[in-house]
């Protein structure tokens, strides 16, 4: 029997798939429990360090799921998830929002930054998805190069970034449906004075849209890719219209006589918030396991997706600020009101059609990907196993993607577009960030084989590029106007490090197939503009954030941690009776030949 057989066999047995909970010995009886939380120290120390390898995630942890996922997808469908799960809400709703209040006409600028974080971010996420090819993205890779626990703090905000930004396209799903019917959006919801005012408009179409997409995505990955490319392509025919026609009515004094109001906080806070337009590009790294040739088809898709959504999003920003002032951008529906605005009302139906069209897809894409990280973390044990089932009907993770989507109805039935877009670039830019820093770790270290010298420099190497991003980032938002020689320090301390890794620390791995170019130069300038975003975003999202986290923490220090533990040991165990089983077979073999 070989080793991931035995560890499917061994998961089955417990319970894994059986629809029990919490399977694991940790939690048989509440006096397992209660000595399992005494265990907790020497537990955690445990996991802290524990790093998972690439073969476990690809074959052991897979088998767990009972049907395979089937392997449909090629570039084609990569690229077409990629621009539906990018293009939609941000582009249609945030715009407005961010010229009016943050950036003015130099909107244009902020898309140019988050749109250089996210591709900086797709290199990073492509070659992990290459050489881990897995449902799991970006928590697999963490838990193979940062361990158990920070791949835990992950996976918590990777389900938090999913549900937030689903319901935040599903409540704007639902203004633009009130658009193209002649509507304000809040005619559509429930007001529930009672409740707090970003929490009182309650939202019952995106409640059954969300239902809709959950049904949809359950049925079929290859048939939800064929959707989403026939949506997209109404979409872009819908895109080139507006561009078109905005371009006509185009004043050029509305976009250069006050082109940046709000200066240079103003660009860099309002691309903070428009991050919230590209997410949904790391949903495609998690269809590598259903992806034909993960090493062709995830570069080209993901590469090619990110490169025509930034360019769509900056000509579609200029194209709003030449037909309006920013100062009468309409912040919820910019571009319907901007055609009303400059004489062409019959056209906001035709750009509300096109923004439904987006979101849907946007939502599609999402839920696909959600899931499949859901899957994955389950695999591990650090979400109840159960949720890891995959149907062998529908070939999809069935249970995981309607445990996802009830989360994301709940979020959307009550919360304001403004809280989720905020909090949902947090958790997004805190992932990417920890992502490409485990690509240098990836590159850098190999355990066993790297030497304790150059896992120092490694190690003093990340690390002054994590404070100087830091302390960039926190200087820029606390101290408005300062000087720049504190910038000279920090930027200097990150280019220093940087330069060190590349001339002092050899390679210690070269991708087998598709590896990032400029390593170490691109990872750490992912880093680097990730956490200065981050510095840019407003004091209360990050109180959410912490608060979401230490949820997090309580969870794990209580749950995840002694289910991941109780699963290593026992897939330790599986593989040393493998082992045994293995060398019997060949004491066997060897006497026969005798």
């Known amino acids: ?101 943050a950036a003015g006409p130099a909107v244009v600028l902020s898309y140019a930054v988050s749109g250089v974080s996210a591709m900086l971010s797709v290199f990073c996420y492509t070659e992990f998805a290459i050489e881990i090819p897995v449902a799991g993205g ?22 938090l970034e999913y549900c937030i930004g689903g319901a ?84 050029l004094s509305n976009l250069t006589d006050d082109f940046a109001p709000f200066g240079a906080h103003g660009i860099f806070a309002a691309s903070a918030v428009l991050f919230f337009a590209y997410i949904g590009f790391d949903a495609v790294s998690t269809m590598a396991e259903e992806t034909k040739n993960p090493a062709k088809d995830i570069p080209i898709g993901l590469v090619s997706a990110m490169a025509v959504t930034t360019v769509v999003y900056c000509v579609l920003a200029v194209t709003l600020c030449l037909m309006q002032p920013y100062q009468d951008i ?3 529906a910019p571009f319907s009101v901007a055609f009303t605005a400059v004489g062409m009302d019959w056209a906001k139906y035709i750009v509300a059609f096109g923004a439904l069209k987006g979101m849907t897809t946007v939502l599609l894409v999402n839920s696909v990907g959600q899931a499949r990280y859901l899957t ?90 994590l404070v100087s991003s830091i302390a960039t980032a926190s200087y820029w938002g606390l101290a408005a106007g300062g000087g720049w020689v504190v910038y000279a320090v920090t930027v200097l301390a990150w280019f220093a490090a940087t330069l060190y890794l590349q001339l002092a620390v050899p390679k210690a791995r ?14 750490s300038a992912s880093i680097f503009i990730n956490i200065f975003l981050l510095g840019s975003i407003d004091g209360k999202s990050f109180m959410r954030f912490t608060i979401w986290t230490v949820a997090l923490l309580a969870y794990y220090f209580f749950v995840g941690l002694h289910a991941s533990y109780d699963t290593a040991k026992a897939l330790a165990a599986e593989a040393a009776v493998a082992k045994v089983e293995e060398g019997g077979r060949k004491d066997v073999t060897a006497g026969t030949g005798n």
């Not at 417990?14 to 940790?26: K, L, W």
């Open 168 to 251: 935040a396209v599903a409540r704007a799903w639902t203004s633009y449906f009130a658009t193209l019917l002649n509507h304000h959006p809040n005619d559509f919801r429930i007001h529930a004075t009672s409740l707090a005012e970003d929490y009182s408009r309650l939202d019952p179409i995106a409640v059954v849209v969300i239902t809709l997409i959950c049904i949809f995505a359950v049925i079929s990955t290859k048939g939800s890719s064929r959707f989403n490319y026939v949506l997209s392509i109404v979409h872009f025919a819908v895109i080139i219209f507006i561009i078109g026609a905005g371009l006509s009515k185009a004043n």
């Open 330 to 332: 309409d912040a919820d």
């Open 376 to 465: 994955h973390i389950a695999r591990a044990h650090m979400a109840p196993p159960c949720l890891a089932v995959v149907s062998p009907r529908w070939g999809t993770p069935v249970r995981a993607t309607v445990a996802m989507l009830t989360a994301t109805a709940c979020i959307a039935f009550f919360t304001d577009l403004g809280i989720l877009s905020n909090l949902l670039s947090i958790s997004t830019l805190f992932i990417f960030m920890l992502v490409a820093v485990a690509l240098l770790v990836r590159r850098y270290y190999v355990s066993g084989e790297t030497s304790n010298t150059n896992r120092t420099k490694l190690v003093s190497c990340v690390v002054v590029i």
């Open 510 to 523: 070269v991708p087998e197939k598709w590896g990032v170019p400029l390593v170490p130069w691109l990872p």
């Open 138 to 159: 970006s928590f697999a890779y963490l838990r193979v190069e940062l361990g158990d626990f920070m791949a835990f703090i992950a996976a918590g905000n990777i389900l």
């Open 1 to 101: 029997m070989e080793y991931g057989e035995a560890a499917d066999v061994g998961v089955r047995r417990r319970g894994c798939c059986g629809g029990d909970v919490f399977p694991e010995p940790s939690f048989a009886s509440w006096g397992a429990y209660g000595r399992a939380l005494l265990e907790t120290g020497p537990r955690l120390k445990d996991r802290l360090t524990a790093r998972s390898h690439a073969d476990v995630e690809v074959h052991d942890l897979r088998g767990r799921s009972g049907a395979e996922m089937r392997r449909e997808l090629n570039w084609w469908d990569l690229a077409w998830f990629g621009v539906g799960a990018v293009i939609g809400a941000g582009i249609f709703v945030l715009t407005g929002q961010e010229a009016k209040e």
